[in-house]
């Protein structure tokens, strides 16, 4: 019997299949033609197709702010990705699968049944910072107050855990996505010129930072002159891109203060020892722990695997399946 988990996520689709460990790790892109709606590439395929595919052939990301935005492509999208994580499918799995704690009832129904149309045997729905929780080896189980920021591609999840359940959470449309908007704005407004997704995440994770240091790092970039509509090359420095980051990092701050200030102060002083565990491929970049420690006073670690944490979560999960069988 397969069970298998999956880190349903705005940028990536991370995929764990019990007794075997992380098996998929591809982006959630899916390249479609515009005029039949067939699927011509899924995951890496089509990531490499972003900002470079001729008229007909779009390609998009089916999820936006961790909630399905394209019901019929996350469906072909996550059947492809299944298929190839167990190969052909005689057996039907069971399905672990992680959302954003604040998703409505109606969107966690539009997960369950995009799953069940790739012919699950039974879908089971977590939250994903209690799952990163438990990825990133916490023992959320004891009376103890633990305390997970989820920082992923669409959405940040902030959440304080005790007794194996979260106490608190807050949920926020702010995460990676909106770092690689903020750096394509900053670009157009300062330097005038026009850069695509792809390589504004470039630029996030070479010299991006949210945090002042010293450090005198520059790059060159590449795009299109918005005045000329001709190719451009500019440099820009680490420096003059951390204010354009800082103001949606500090958002993200006030939303980690906001969920301490509501919890019972045993749990604070909890977390205070503890410290606050950094998850998602968001807390790489560069000046969150340092950025989060300042303003909130308590140690701050980013997870050992942030990348996998959720995925690695499932995987302690489906273990326990029959506890979620509620």
Do not use: W
Request: charged share 25%.
């Amino acid at each position: 019997m397969k069970d298998i988990g999956i880190d349903l996520g705005t940028a990536n689709v991370v995929i764990y299949v019990k007794g075997q460990g992380i098996v998929l790790n591809e982006p959630s892109v899916v390249a479609i033609d515009s005029e039949t709606k067939k699927v011509l590439a899924v995951g890496n395929e089509a990531n490499e197709m972003l900002g470079r595919t001729p008229g007909k052939i779009k390609a998009i990301r089916p999820m936006k702010d961790g909630v399905i935005a394209d019901f019929e492509v996350t469906g072909a999208m996550l059947d492809h990705f299944i298929k190839k994580a167990i190969g052909k499918r005689l057996i039907k799995p069971r399905i672990l699968i992680c959302c954003p704690s604040n998703i409505t009832q109606v969107e966690k129904t539009a997960i369950v049944e995009a799953a069940e149309r790739t012919g699950a045997r039974k879908v089971f729905i977590e939250e994903e910072p209690k799952v990163a929780a438990i990825g990133a080896g916490l023992d959320i189980s004891k009376p103890s107050g633990n305390m997970v920021i989820d920082i992923g591609g669409g959405t940040t999840d902030i959440a304080v855990l005790s007794l194996g359940g979260i106490v608190n959470s807050e949920s926020i449309r702010i995460a990676g996505n909106t770092f690689d908007s903020d750096i394509i704005k900053y670009i157009k407004d300062k330097h005038k010129m026009v850069i695509g997704d792809r390589t504004a995440e470039d630029i996030k994770k070479e010299i991006g930072s949210v945090y002042n240091n010293d450090k005198e790092e520059q790059m060159e970039v590449k795009g299109r002159d918005a005045i000329t509509g001709l190719p451009k090359t500019i440099t820009i420095t680490q420096e003059e891109l951390e204010p354009a980051l800082k103001e949606n990092a500090m958002k993200l701050v006030r939303a980690a203060k906001a969920a301490l200030e509501q919890i019972p102060p045993e749990l604070s002083a909890d977390i205070v020892d503890k410290g606050i565990i950094l998850t998602g491929g968001g807390s790489l970049l560069e000046g969150f722990p340092q950025l989060f420690k300042e303003e909130l006073n308590v140690p701050v670690f980013v997870a050992d695997s942030p990348l996998t944490c959720v995925a690695e979560g499932t995987g302690v999960l489906l273990d326990h399946l029959e506890l979620l069988e509620h």
